[in-house]
């Protein structure tokens, strides 16, 4: 699989779900290791877009294998940061190809920036206009699962992505990386390069989401089995640069202990860099989250004094894996039943030998990129495939 760096824009995109066209311009190209990736366009803290073919939306249907050409809507929960922007960049790039091979006629993006109240307004919208497909990066676990249920219940099809999983199994398709997981066994990786000793500072995301609380999780399972490493104090950095760096600014000096090791979700690496050196604070080791601005930080550092790491983040195709595999779902070409309706799409990892062994690529990324893998219809097939019935 080829790796793709989006580099974001910051092109703002259309505030609206009935225009014509497509909903914000993207371009971009994958290049293989060792080389610079193409740039791709992204939402910038838009609250909607849209797209639509001159063709008529027709009903979606789960039986016969006839390829029919769908609306798709796809209900973000919150895009302030790097990765939700290459998110949403990767569903928009997902809805123009399916769209140019006719399996979709209209599809249409907004965002509830974190609130429950407006996405489930959002939702209830997309089932009143009519829509076969939607895909949901849920805001909360289980504070969707009545407006699911009605999309469900109208025959739409749902696929709640990313931030999983619900609290309810089976309500929905699913597709998501398994944070507890992935967390605790980079938690494990990054005990070890501590030498099993230290302090930990743990950057939480978004309290409330489920992701948040997995992740969590998997770190405090983690640190468990490490007795001479303390979890010795925790922020909410929300998955934002600039709440991060609050954070971590207002709790610094007050600190009685050292920091050895910073383990975050996401936004807030570089940010603790800055912090520290700032405050004229060795720089702890701090797991990366696959942005540009600390994995090029990191190549410089490893290569002037040996700075060991990992970097760890969920797939931001996920989303764009939903829509692949719902048209396949909706055109019957696809089952998934019991628990097989939820599934792992995996996590993005990247150790000290990757970094080595490409440092000059990463050496020159851009702040606003993000280290992550082009996932196209194939890859979604392949990835689903594992769960059909």
Not at 87 to 93: C, L, M, P, R
Not at 95 to 111: D, L, N, P, T
Not at 122 to 147: C, E, K, T
Not at 193 to 222: C, H, P, Q, T
Request: charged share 20%.
């Amino acid at each position: 699989m080829k790796k793709k760096i989006a580099m974001l824009l910051g092109i703002v995109l259309t505030l609206s779900l009935t225009a014509c066209g497509s909903g914000g311009n993207s371009a971009g190209s994958s290049a293989s290791a060792g080389t610079s990736g193409g740039a791709a366009s992204s939402a910038s803290n838009s609250n909607s877009t849209s797209g639509s073919s001159a063709s008529s939306a027709s009903q979606a249907s789960a039986a016969g294998t006839e390829k029919k050409a769908h609306k798709v809507a796809f209900a973000d929960s919150f895009n302030g940061s790097t990765f939700r922007q290459l998110e949403e960049a990767a569903v928009e790039d997902a809805c123009k190809i399916m769209q140019e091979q006719g399996r979709i006629s209209e599809y249409a993006m907004v965002c509830a920036n974190s609130d429950v109240a407006t996405q489930i307004s959002q939702i209830n919208s997309f089932i009143l206009d009519g829509y076969d497909i939607i895909i949901i990066d849920p805001a909360s676990s289980s504070g969707l699962n009545d407006v699911i249920q009605q999309a469900v219940d109208a025959g739409i099809i749902v696929f709640a992505v990313s931030d999983g999983p619900l609290d309810t199994p089976g309500l929905c398709y699913e597709i998501n990386t398994k944070p507890t997981d992935l967390w605790y066994e980079a938690t494990k990786e990054l005990c070890e390069i501590i030498g099993e000793e230290g302090n930990v500072l743990v950057s939480r995301g978004i309290i409330g989401y489920a992701f948040d609380e997995k992740a969590n999780m998997g770190v405090d399972k983690a640190l468990s089995e490490f007795p001479n490493v303390t979890k010795a104090g925790e922020i909410e950095g929300e998955w934002t640069d600039s709440v991060a760096k609050e954070a971590f600014a207002q709790v610094l000096p007050s600190m009685n202990y050292d920091v050895d090791l910073i383990i975050g979700q996401g936004g807030d690496d570089k940010v603790a860099v800055d912090v520290f050196e700032a405050a004229g604070k060795e720089v702890p080791v701090i797991m990366g989250q696959g942005r540009g601005n600390f994995l090029s930080w990191w190549a410089r550092e490893y290569e002037e004094n040996g700075y060991q790491t990992i970097s760890v983040m969920a797939d931001p195709y996920a989303a764009a894996m939903g829509v692949y595999t719902a048209l396949d779902v909706a055109d019957g070409l696809v089952s998934f039943s019991g628990d097989n309706m939820s599934m792992d799409c995996g996590g993005i990892i990247l150790t000290t030998e990757d970094l080595e062994a490409d440092l000059d690529f990463f050496k020159n990324m851009a702040d606003d990129e993000v280290y992550a893998f082009e996932r196209d219809y194939d890859y979604a097939v392949e990835m689903y495939s594992k769960y059909a019935d």
